[in-house]
C-alpha cells in the first residue's frame, strides 16, 4: 500500500507541479490581454448586474446570485482558512502577494469559462438547463472533441465522490469539532474497529442527515441553502478578520512592506534572493489557483443554470467569485497572520490561523478558537452541497441523466460524507487532488480555443450597453 501511495503522490506532484500552475496562469494573462483588462474596466458593471440579477423571465433555472452563491459555497471552503496559513507558512508572508496576483488574472479566466457555460448550454427534455464544458468543449469546439469532454466528465465526477466534496470536507467539520469539544478524547465510543470520540460520531451524524436533506431538493435547494449560508459565512468570518485588522491597524502598514519585501526576495540571506522568490511565487499562486478554482471548469457548471440571455453578463457576474474568494477572503486572512506573527511560530495548518484569531481578537482564546471552529465547519459543509452538484451534472453528462444511476451516485455521495471520519487511507486524498487537477487540462484548452467567440460576443455586448 505504501509503494501505491508513493506513485499516486508522485503522480500529484506532477499534474500540480509548475507546469500547470504556469499554464493556468499564462492562460490568465492571456485571457487579460485579449479581453482588455475586463475584470478591471467591468468590475463595476459586474456589480450592477449583480444587484440587478438578471431577467426573470429568460431561460434558466436559477438567479445570477444564486448562482454566484452556489459557485461560492463550493470554493469558499477550508483553503481560505487552512491553505493560506499552509501557503505563508511555507513560502513566507510574500506568497501572500503572487496568490493576490494569481486572484487578479484568474478572473478573467473565470469570466470567459463562465461565459462559454451560457454561451452552449442546452436544455433538457424536462426543461431543466445543461451546461459546463463538456458541453462546450462538445458543442464549441465540435463533436470530435467529445472524448475530451467525457474526460472532463469523469474526472469532476470522481473528484467530487471521492474526496473534494466528501473525505476531506467532513474530516475538516469532525476534526474541528473535536478539536474544540473533546481535544483530548476523554469521551469515547469504538466505532469500525477503532476508538472514537463522541464529538466525530455526532457530527458526523448530523452533518449526514443535514446534507441528505438538502441534496434530495436538488440545484433548487442547494442554492436557497447557499445563498443564507453563504452570505452569512462570508460575514462572519470577515467580521471577525476585519477586527484584527482594526485592533492591530498600526501594524498593517509593517505587514504590508513585510509582503512585498518577501514576495521579491528582498528580506533573504545573501545568494538566496532568486530561490525565496521563486518558492513565494510557488506556493502564492498555487494557493490561488486551489482557492478561486479560476480555469478548473467547476464554477462553469452552476453558472450555465442561471436565467439569462446574455452570456457575457453572467460572465460578469461569475467572475465576482474570485474577488470575493480570493482578492477579499483570502487576502484579509493572509494579513491577519502576518500582522500577528503566527505563520512565523512554528505551527502548521489550521493551528496557524487559530493562534492568529486568538491574539489579534480582544476575546477570550476559547471564543476565538469557536469563531474559527464555525467558520470552518460553515465552509466546508457549503463546499459538501456545493461540489455534490458539480459531480452530479459531470455524472449526468456521461450517463445522459438516467435516473437509478443519479440516484444510487446521490446515495453513494451521501454515504461518503458519513464514512469520511473514519477514513485513513491517504491515498484517496492524493486521488482527488490528482482527479480535480485533471479537470483543468480539457478546460484550459477548451478556454484558449474559443477564445475568439468570447472577445467578440464580449464586444458586442459591451457596444450594446
Known amino acids: ?17 509548475i507546469p500547470m500552475i504556469t499554464l493556468i496562469l499564462a492562460v490568465g494573462v492571456y485571457l487579460t490581454v485579449r479581453l482588455r483588462g475586463i475584470q478591471v474596466r467591468c468590475l463595476p458593471l459586474a456589480i450592477r448586474n449583480l444587484i440587478r440579477d438578471g431577467d426573470t423571465k429568460e431561460e434558466g433555472e436559477v438567479t445570477a446570485f444564486a448562482a454566484l452563491c452556489t459557485s461560492l459555497s463550493a470554493t ?31 478572473t478573467a479566466t473565470k469570466y470567459a469559462e463562465c461565459f462559454l457555460a451560457v454561451r452552449y448550454r442546452v436544455s433538457a427534455e424536462d426543461g431543466h438547463i445543461l451546461g459546463g464544458p463538456f458541453y462546450y468543449i462538445e458543442r464549441g469546439m465540435g463533436r470530435n472533441w467529445k472524448w475530451l469532454a467525457k474526460f472532463f466528465a469523469c474526472s469532476g465526477a470522481g473528484a467530487g465522490l471521492l474526496g473534494i466534496g466528501t473525505f476531506t470536507q467532513i474530516n475538516g467539520i469532525t476534526g474541528a469539532v473535536n478539536h474544540f469539544f473533546d481535544p483530548h478524547d476523554r469521551y469515547t465510543i469504538d466505532f469500525f474497529g477503532r476508538s472514537y470520540s463522541w464529538s466525530v460520531i455526532i457530527s458526523a451524524v448530523i452533518l449526514t442527515i443535514c446534507v441528505a436533506l438538502i441534496l434530495i431538493g436538488g440545484l433548487r435547494r442547494i ?16 467580521t471577525s478578520t476585519a477586527l484584527i485588522l ?9 505587514a504590508m512592506m513585510v509582503i512585498v519585501r518577501s514576495a521579491f526576495g528582498w528580506d533573504a540571506a545573501a545568494g538566496g534572493t532568486l530561490g525565496a522568490m521563486a518558492l513565494a511565487i510557488q506556493k502564492g499562486v498555487a494557493r490561488g489557483i486551489f482557492s478561486n478554482e479560476a480555469g478548473l471548469g467547476s464554477a462553469p457548471i452552476a453558472a450555465a443554470a442561471v436565467r439569462t440571455k446574455e452570456p457575457a453578463a453572467q460572465g460578469l457576474v461569475s467572475m465576482l467569485g474570485t474577488v470575493i474568494d480570493t ?60 461540489w455534490n452538484y458539480y459531480s452530479e451534472k459531470c455524472l449526468e453528462y456521461l450517463v445522459g441523466g438516467r435516473r437509478q444511476i443519479m440516484d444510487a451516485y446521490r446515495r453513494a455521495y451521501i ?51
Not at 369 to 386: E, P
Request: aromatic residues 10%; contains cysteine.
Open 76 to 106: 469558499v471552503g477550508t483553503g481560505n482558512i487552512v491553505g493560506v496559513a499552509t501557503a505563508l507558512v511555507a513560502g513566507g508572508p510574500g506568497s501572500l502577494f503572487w496568490m493576490a496576483a494569481a486572484a487578479a488574472v484568474g
Open 1 to 17: 500500500m505504501a509503494s501505491v501511495e508513493g506513485i499516486l503522490q508522485k503522480i500529484d506532484a506532477l499534474i500540480w507541479g
Open 415 to 465: 454515504a461518503c460524507v458519513f464514512l469520511g471520519p473514519f477514513l485513513t487511507v491517504s491515498a484517496v486524498w492524493t486521488i482527488a487532488d490528482i482527479l480535480n487537477g485533471l479537470m483543468a487540462i480539457p478546460n484550459l484548452i477548451a478556454v484558449v480555443s474559443l477564445s475568439s467567440v468570447i472577445a467578440k460576443e464580449t464586444r458586442q455586448y459591451l457596444r450594446k450597453l
Open 223 to 238: 442554492s436557497e441553502v447557499a445563498q443564507v449560508l453563504v452570505p452569512f459565512m462570508a460575514a462572519m468570518y470577515l
Open 327 to 386: 482578492g477579499i477572503i483570502c487576502t484579509m486572512t493572509g494579513l491577519a497572520i502576518v500582522i500577528t506573527g503566527a505563520w512565523d511560530m512554528g505551527l502548521d495548518g489550521v493551528a496557524v490561523t487559530a493562534r492568529a484569531f486568538q491574539i489579534g481578537l480582544p476575546f477570550e482564546p476559547k471564543v476565538s478558537s469557536f469563531l474559527l471552529m464555525s467558520c470552518l465547519v460553515c465552509f466546508a459543509f457549503t463546499t459538501i452541497i456545493g
Open 246 to 254: 482594526v485592533f492591530h491597524y498600526r501594524e498593517i502598514p509593517e
